[in-house]
């Protein structure tokens, strides 16, 4: 499912494209650690490095807001092989960052009337959910 660094969680799931590279990939897949600035970062971390190499991808707009490695915050990936890396937020390909594992949740609602759930079905697909079953419990 597409999502947003605004809406990440800790622990999911994700995978995405960036600019350029980091620690030498393009495309990533990991587990969100955390979301940081620079001063939170582990030391040795390749983040200067890998600001260089997405940065003369910017956008002209993005060159002047993101002159420096330490003007933006970075996801915490813990990458499938074990590796940690720091991806900064504009490095991203817009459209390529996709949340992996899902979550399934069951909901009880209570004196609900509709025989066909159609009402709700429509509103939790209509943002984004997908709907697996659904049961009538008397």
Do not use: C
């Not at 969680?9 to 600019?19: A, E, F, W």
């Amino acid at each position: 499912m597409y999502t947003t660094p605004d809406t990440l969680r800790l622990n999911d799931v994700i995978r995405l494209n960036v600019l350029s590279t980091v620690s030498h990939r393009a495309n990533l897949r990991g587990r969100v650690l955390g979301r940081v600035t620079v001063h939170a970062m582990r030391p040795g971390n390749t983040a200067a490095t890998d600001h260089a190499n997405n940065y003369r991808l910017f956008s002209e707009e993005d060159r002047a807001r993101y002159a420096t490695y330490d003007s933006y915050e970075y996801i915490m990936l813990e990458l499938d092989d074990g590796l940690q890396v720091y991806v900064g937020l504009p490095w991203i390909v817009p459209g390529s960052l996709y949340l992996e594992d899902s979550r399934r949740v069951n909901i009880v609602l209570k004196d609900f009337r509709d025989p066909t759930h159609d009402r709700v079905r429509n509103i939790l697909m209509e943002n984004g959910y997908s709907i697996e079953s659904t049961t009538d419990f008397n």
